[in-house]
């Protein structure tokens, strides 16, 4: 956690497994959060 690197003006947000539906984040990174869950490497995402 302590390597990550984030865009300025942006942070770093740690919460567990059972935060997460309640956590405002983009539709790609509920996408990318939500197959790491499933233990998918790939998602298909809607333009």
Do not use: M, N, Y
């Not at 302590?2 to 996408?31: C, F, M, N, Y």
Request: net charge negative; proline share 6%.
């Amino acid at each position: 956690i302590d390597q990550l690197r984030v865009a300025p003006g942006h942070k770093t947000v740690l919460v567990s497994r059972q935060e997460l539906p309640d956590i405002a984040v983009s539709p790609w990174h509920a996408a990318a959060l939500g197959a790491w869950l499933a233990g998918q490497t790939d998602v298909d995402l809607d333009a």
